[in-house]
């Protein structure tokens, strides 16, 4: 199915006109015909339409995964299996079942192991035992940390606590990591290319643009299996 025809059934589905998706997400009619009729395969404005829609933005641009975006509450825990793929997780758990993360207040001292001895680098985040074996992560490897921005929006908001597994290094196409590239700490979903290349992929491509790196340059510091929520 062509972008054009992926476009038309969202609109279909929610009851969207041309005009009225146009005013929905700020563009002019003109352009969502040229969606819709197949001039063009894309646009910068996608992810805004793909929630408008309810729809996934990566099902929307290229077909990949399934048609239905899962509603994001703040607060919600969600386990990730893959930058579309989660389950919410909202019900109560009991105390046995509680692990205690730790949480590093400053994401650059994941990778600063002087420090991870130090009570004042670090508070402590609960996470039920159960969804970190779902997960098929590792308890004695899992952190946690704050998303330092929203380029992985809206699966993971900016200021999200997010848990990893530290022990997971090998890339699965499709599945989010945080990584360290140029500098900077970045959650990303990463895709293996030929060549000894790799993707890194965001949600947010108009502020975060993606880009192709050489594996030798790219830190995979560890696997992201969970994020529970905004903190305001």
Do not use: C
């Amino acid at each position: 199915m062509s972008f054009s025809k992926r476009l038309k059934q969202a609109m279909q589905e929610k009851g969207f006109t041309q005009g009225s998706l146009a005013e929905a997400v700020g563009m002019a009619q003109s352009s969502v015909w040229r969606l819709t009729s197949g001039g063009a395969s894309g646009t910068k404005k996608l992810i805004k339409i793909a929630k408008v829609l309810g729809v996934n933005p990566e099902w929307l641009s290229d077909g990949t995964g399934t048609m239905k975006a899962h509603e994001i509450k703040p607060n919600n825990p969600l386990i990730i299996d893959s930058i579309l793929d989660y389950t919410d997780k909202t019900q109560e758990y009991d105390k046995d079942n509680i692990v205690k993360l730790r949480l590093y207040n400053r994401i650059e001292w994941v990778l600063s192991p002087s420090v991870k001895g130090e009570k004042d680098t670090y508070s402590m985040f609960l996470i039920p035992k159960n969804i970190i074996q779902e997960t098929n992560s590792s308890i004695k490897d899992s952190i946690s940390i704050i998303a330092p921005d929203d380029s992985m929006s809206p699966i993971i908001q900016e200021n999200s606590t997010v848990a990893l597994d530290t022990s997971i290094k090998d890339i699965k196409n499709g599945k989010i990591y945080l990584v360290f590239y140029g500098g900077v700490f970045m959650i990303r979903a990463l895709y293996s290319l030929p060549e000894n290349k790799i993707k890194l992929k965001n949600y947010k491509s108009d502020d975060y643009p993606e880009f192709i790196v050489s594996a030798s340059e790219l830190l995979i510091i560890d696997k992201v299996y969970y994020v529970a929520g905004k903190i305001d």
